[in-house]
């Protein structure tokens, strides 16, 4: 399963993207207790979701910073 792609997200709005990383950052913690309790069969969805919430998280931060430089 290939990682996703930032392109996917970049025509989010920014509520969209806002619930996004919510939903994602919810996700990993997800992941991470079903580590724990050694329910988790797939352990390549910690390096995607990883990966995904990082996104978010960059463009979230460029649409700051481009809002900055406006106002």
Do not use: C, W, Y
Not at 24 to 36: I, V
């Amino acid at each position: 399963m290939p990682l996703p792609k930032i392109s996917e997200v970049r025509d989010l709005s920014d509520q969209e993207l806002t619930e996004q990383i919510v939903a994602t950052k919810r996700q990993l913690f997800e992941l991470r207790f079903q580590k724990g309790t050694r329910q988790l069969d797939k352990s390549h969805r910690f390096k995607h979701t990883r990966h995904r919430l990082a996104q978010l998280l960059t463009l979230e931060n460029e649409r700051a910073l481009k809002q900055k430089d406006e106002g």
